[in-house]
């Protein structure tokens, strides 16, 4: 089949826009997710977000969504299956570089990414594998419902930036926990070799990443859900920044890899056993490091410490910071994290810092009511601020 199209410029960036039916979308398209693949960026898809466009796809004839699916593709691939036409002297263009052109789906031997529209080709998807669905409507869905394709052209060098539109989008679109894309614009660092990787900040993501995102530990996660992408967005869930949260376990970071006399350089090594190496080391710092201190938090000032089920983005994600006290906020955590870190240099390893922690941490005078807010502890919002706090910890 062979689709029109118009091909146009913003700036450099090359892209070229189509229509195309459900059909052909998911045969010359893939979704790249995090963790399956190592240029992966996108999530799973929303169940509930899914099963409600499935829903209107089955009793209703509304629209799922008028703006563009947007696919990516490398440069060299989409030249194998467009064709510039000349289709005279009626039709003006705005730029010498815009074209209209063919697109030749017969010619494509190789998958679009789905930058944008991943849960409506899902939810086609699931709605036409009902086998008691009219043929007539199946064939309607099929070929007949167009969707407005955009597609972003990029050199294989470039494809960071198909990332950075993904997240721009999803960014403004909707509340976002950890940012999955963010942790791949890292991968796609390691990938291109764009400059020998600073380990510290890449350990530092995937440390927050796993604190925020996973609950498959020994013990207790006390920072699922825990910290925040988007600061100015209210919805959202967490209870300190992730800028800030960074800062505070930067000097914890610093001391492993010095420990550890880590290096690691993406021109020596490929990026499976570079990833590889990082996730490790992120885990044993989540593991044996901020997990176990919290664990210790916790138990000292239960307190401070709040449970709760919650409803983000339709799905139900599970919380344990408690808004009325500082201790999970900026200001405790980077009191607590201090006190960790300067255990943590003067400690043989992690299994010493983490006992000499339990020991200041169980022996500390100070009571749970310290840390609620606009009590005790107000005012103290400055890094001398915390210094004071971390003196007030130790007594």
Known sequence: MKRIANQ???????????????????????????????????????????????STLKNTKDILSPTSIILGVNSENIEKCIKGINIGSDIDFYDDREQIVVLNLDEIDFKFRIVDGQHRIAAFNKYLSDTSI????????EQKYLFNVVIIVLEEKDRIKEVELFRSINSKAKPLKT??????????????????????????????????????????????????????NRQALGSIGFKAFGESIHSIVKQYVEKQNLQVDSKDQDF????????????????????????????????????????????????????????????????????????????????????????????SSLKHNDWKKKEKMRGLSSEAGFKIIREMIKK
């Open 8 to 54: 146009y410029f913003q700036y450099d960036q090359r892209f070229i826009t189509t229509t195309l039916s459900f059909k052909s979308l998911s045969e010359i398209s893939e979704v790249l997710k995090y963790g399956e693949s190592k240029y992966g960026y996108q999530r799973e898809v929303n169940e509930l977000h899914l099963n409600k466009m499935v």
């Open 179 to 232: 940012d999955l894309a963010m942790l791949a614009m890292y991968n796609y660092e390691t990938i291109f070799r764009i400059e020998s990787i600073n380990i510290e900040e890449h350990l530092k993501a995937r440390t927050i990443f796993k604190l925020n995102e996973e609950s498959e530990f020994s013990g207790t996660n006390y920072w699922i859900n825990g910290i925040k992408v988007d600061i100015n």
């Open 272 to 363: 499976d056993n570079i990833n590889l190496m990082l996730n490790n080391f992120s885990e044993d710092i989540t593991q044996n490091l901020i997990l176990p201190a919290w664990k210790i938090v916790n138990e000292k000032w239960p307190e401070t410490f709040l449970e709760m089920n919650n409803i983000q983005n339709e799905e139900k994600e599970k919380t344990f910071y408690n808004k009325d006290y500082y201790i999970q906020q900026t200001m405790g955590v980077k009191s607590l994290h201090g006190i960790l870190t300067d255990l943590y240099k003067e400690s043989r390893d992690e299994k010493e810092t983490i006992e000499r922690f339990n020991e200041l941490i169980t022996n």
């Open 134 to 141: 009219e043929i007539d409507n199946r064939e309607n869905l």
